[in-house]
């Protein structure tokens, strides 16, 4: 019997302490792009610009879509979604020289919006 309260309780910290691991109270930042392309030319020339770019900041690009589906309203066509360890992060990669440079390739080839912000972290339960 005790050790099945012994191996119990071990269970129950292992779980609860990989539950605290898993919530990160520190939210993510995202860089959300939604546009239309005018000048394909350039718009290839912002990617290759660009592409390699978020990983140099933490970031990874967790959606693009170049024919993104509108359920509601009116949305451009290309719906794009890099993640950041932070909004601190996001917000250094959009204003990097690098990026900046990039960007204006991407300004001049499409009609759209960008949007940084954090991302939803849920409560302590």
């Known amino acids: 019997m005790k050790k099945w309260v012994t191996a ?3 269970a129950i910290t292992f779980a609860f302490v990989g539950l605290c691991l898993a919530q990160d109270p520190t939210p993510h930042g995202y860089m959300i ?3 239309q392309i005018n000048d ?6 912002y990617m290759e610009a660009a592409g390699p770019l978020a990983p140099k900041y933490g970031g990874k ?3 693009f879509n170049l024919n993104a589906t509108a359920v509601e309203g009116k949305p451009k066509s290309v719906m794009a979604i890099a993640e950041f360890p932070s909004l601190a992060e ?7 020289p ?3 440079a990039a960007k204006k390739l991407r300004m001049a ?3 759209g919006s960008v949007v940084i912000t954090e991302g ?6």
């Open 90 to 96: 996001a917000q250094r990669f959009y204003h990097s």
């Open 109 to 111: 080839a499409t009609e």
């Open 33 to 35: 792009a939604n546009y």
């Open 61 to 63: 690009v967790i959606v």
């Open 120 to 125: 939803y972290v849920p409560a302590p339960q």
């Open 8 to 10: 119990s309780v071990a």
């Open 40 to 45: 394909q030319a350039t718009f290839q020339r």
């Open 98 to 100: 690098e990026y900046t």
